[in-house]
């Protein structure tokens, strides 16, 4: 399964940066290979400054050994060893008009000391952080995510859209990051579901990112925007950066695998602002995504 998943996300990387790099017209993404020192590694692909998208990273990894003693406190196991691999990828267009975007799928194994699996699961994602909201764009962008789940469990939709508004949540700000999408972790094989049937539903999800979002993009990216428009993304961009820092389980997870520090942090914006104390005007454009955030709604 590892090695299966694994040459999926390659070809995935493959395809969504292709696709990308097509809607953006100018800019190409610059490739790093990487290596860890206790096992494994990385492919890491960034685009930046790009007549669309301002900055994005599309990574994949797959890493092993070990699994250091914080991250076996954290799973509550013993001495164990692991192996992990994922495809990562946020994009931060520059007109303020284009949500942010972020996706991941991931497979993770842990063994015991004869090297027998003791525990396998795959998890993952993709959700949209708008800084001005288009209501189609929400509600398109969550039919993709619905469809792709439909084919698999008719379940499946309601119960991850509502997980992924819980983990998306900027609690000391009580926000949401964004209008969510889909989050699921630990999926198992279990009663009548195998871990091929949980391949076949990551995959699935996979295979519909760039129809989630390149549309959605298409519509939106030569629209006209002010300075101060364009202020107002940058400080939800500090929002952002607060999550992926504060919360983010896969942060945690690469910071404390000793990964590589520019792949983990590949998810921070190139232009943020903090401002002291600040809320938009009321009844503005900025006040009602404000709102939307706070009281997540159903998109479909």
């Not at 579901?193 to 959605?216: C, H, M, Q």
């Not at 009602?288 to 997540?296: A, K, M, S, Y």
Request: glycine fraction near 8%; proline fraction near 4%; include cysteine.
């Amino acid at each position: 399964m590892k090695d299966e998943f694994y040459q999926y996300i390659q070809n995935l990387q493959d395809t969504i940066t292709a696709g990308l790099e097509k809607m953006d017209g100018f800019a190409k993404f610059r490739e790093d290979i990487w290596k860890r020192p206790e096992g494994g590694g990385g492919r890491t692909r960034v685009i930046e400054n790009g007549a669309v998208f301002e900055k994005g990273g599309v990574n994949i990894s797959a890493v092993h050994g070990a699994l250091p003693q914080s991250m076996q406190q954290y799973f509550g196991v013993e001495d164990v060893d692991f192996f992990a691999c994922g495809l990562s990828l946020v994009i931060h267009p520059k007109n303020p008009m284009v949500p942010t975007v972020h996706a991941n799928w991931r497979y993770f194994e842990m063994y015991d000391k004869t090297g027998a699996i003791v525990d396998q699961w795959f998890g993952g994602g993709q959700d949209l952080t708008p800084y001005y909201l288009f209501e189609e764009d929400a509600g398109h962008f969550h039919s993709v995510c619905k469809k792709a789940c439909q084919a698999h469990d008719p379940g499946f939709y309601t119960t991850y859209k509502k997980k992924c508004d819980t983990y998306f949540w900027n609690s000391h700000r009580n926000e949401a990051r964004g209008v969510g999408g889909l989050f699921f972790d630990y999926c198992r094989a279990k009663e009548k579901r195998t871990i091929k049937d949980w391949y076949n539903f990551v995959t699935e999800v996979g295979n519909s990112f760039l129809e989630a979002y390149l549309p959605i993009v298409e519509k939106r990216k030569d629209l006209n925007y002010t300075k101060s428009q364009r202020d107002w993304q940058e400080i939800r961009r500090g929002r952002y950066v607060e999550f992926n820092l504060v919360h983010d389980k896969g942060t945690l997870f690469g910071l404390r695998t000793n990964g590589r520090i520019e792949s983990i942090l590949m998810s921070l914006p190139p232009h943020v602002q903090w401002r002291y104390d600040y809320h938009p005007e009321k009844g503005s454009q900025e006040e009602e995504l404000i709102q939307v955030l706070q009281n997540p709604r159903e998109w479909v």
